[in-house]
């Protein structure tokens, strides 16, 4: 559907009158191509339309492909959510999420599908049968196989890619009698296939971190992309992504953000219940001079700053309380970086289940 949307778009432009007239502002007078500003699984998409479409001189008719947080290759976050409704980029009541979660297909298409199953000395990659014993349905795990295994390998035409990075992201996962436990770092593999061990033939771990829901590796298909510390939601959104996309369509160079600004990244459980304690974290500083961090409710009649301090893992942690159940936007402000801003859910201890 994608790849005949574009073509369509693409011949009526060139038929349009302006199209003629904006060709005599290029050196070359080409015709008009396509690019392509993909968020998220849209990249996955975009990459389907390209490379297994009816349309096959599409690809030569496009001039570049920008994604945006796109899982290339899956994520740990939607096995989180699959076994306990807990991780999705909107917060939700997590039994609800979880029963919702088991009959979706886009859910099990987001799999992690890099090995990230951690057994000890061995780490391997899920199978329908892990997914079954994390709460997923065994049918929808093995569909999108095949579809994967037509696109891997494939290159996309002068791909950049938006990736958010210093957010603590989900990399990789056990599982202990049906219940995954995330870990922040993922493993890799050497070019022959084999997994990258230490001197004592302990797999080797590396944390990369991410956007919050895809870890940076997946994201990032080449070398070529630009990193940003944003949330996975924001690089869609944030001006300071939307700077990317517009040079990307001008076909101006974009040379990624300034690097003398500061990666912090923003961590808020999903699900609260009114005036209990929660924590916020902020990592990436463990100096709380100029950040500001404020808790409002979406209605704005609830607004509060939250007093940062200094904890044992070189970052800032916060203890708060919200009054009433609603969502609440957890904003981080510094001086030289992007706002960060984050929702929270607050609901009774029957809404949680």
């Not at 096959?56 to 945006?68: E, S």
């Not at 791909?159 to 493993?187: I, N, Y």
């Not at 992504?241 to 003398?260: C, I, Y």
């Amino acid at each position: 559907m994608l790849a005949d949307a574009a073509r369509e778009h693409l011949e009526q432009w060139r038929r349009h009158p302006a199209h003629t007239a904006a060709r005599k502002h290029r050196v070359d007078e080409c015709e008009g191509r396509l690019v392509f500003i993909a968020h998220s699984m849209g990249g996955l998409i975009t990459q389907a339309a390209l490379d297994l479409g009816p349309d096959r001189d599409l690809q030569a008719d496009t001039r570049g492909v920008m994604p945006l947080g796109t899982p290339f290759h899956g994520a740990v976050m939607a096995a989180s959510i699959l076994n306990t409704g807990q991780g999705a980029p909107l917060p939700l009541p997590h039994g609800k999420l979880k029963t919702l979660a088991s009959t979706m297909p886009g859910v099990h298409d987001l799999l992690p599908r890099f090995p990230c199953l951690d057994e000890g000395l061995t780490v391997r990659r899920l199978d329908p049968t892990d997914v079954v014993a994390l709460g997923g349905d065994k049918d929808l795990a093995v569909q999108p196989q095949a579809f994967y295994d037509k696109l891997r390998g494939q290159a996309l035409p002068r791909h950049r890619a938006v990736v958010g990075v210093s957010q603590r992201t989900l990399q990789s996962m056990s599982l202990q009698d049906g219940v995954v436990v995330g870990f922040e770092h993922t493993f890799r593999e050497h070019n022959d296939g084999e997994l990258m061990r230490d001197a004592e033939g302990a797999p080797r771990r590396f944390p990369v971190a991410g956007d919050g829901t895809v870890h940076k590796e997946s994201a990032a298909r080449t070398r070529t992309v630009i990193p940003y510390s944003l949330q996975h939601g924001a690089l869609a959104t944030d001006d300071a992504a939307m700077e990317a996309v517009t040079a990307f369509l001008e076909g101006d160079e974009h040379l990624g953000p300034d690097q003398a600004t500061s990666g912090l990244g923003l961590t808020v459980p999903d699900f609260v219940t009114p005036n209990t304690n929660w924590e916020i974290q902020v990592t990436g500083t463990d100096a709380p001079a100029g950040i500001v961090c404020t808790v409002e409710s979406t209605d704005h009649h609830y607004s509060r700053p939250a007093r940062l301090y200094a904890d044992d893992d070189d970052a800032l942690t916060a203890r708060v309380q919200v009054p009433d159940i609603g969502l609440y936007p957890v904003t981080v402000q510094a001086d030289v970086s992007t706002p960060l801003t984050q929702l929270v859910l607050a609901g009774t201890d029957h809404d949680a289940d």
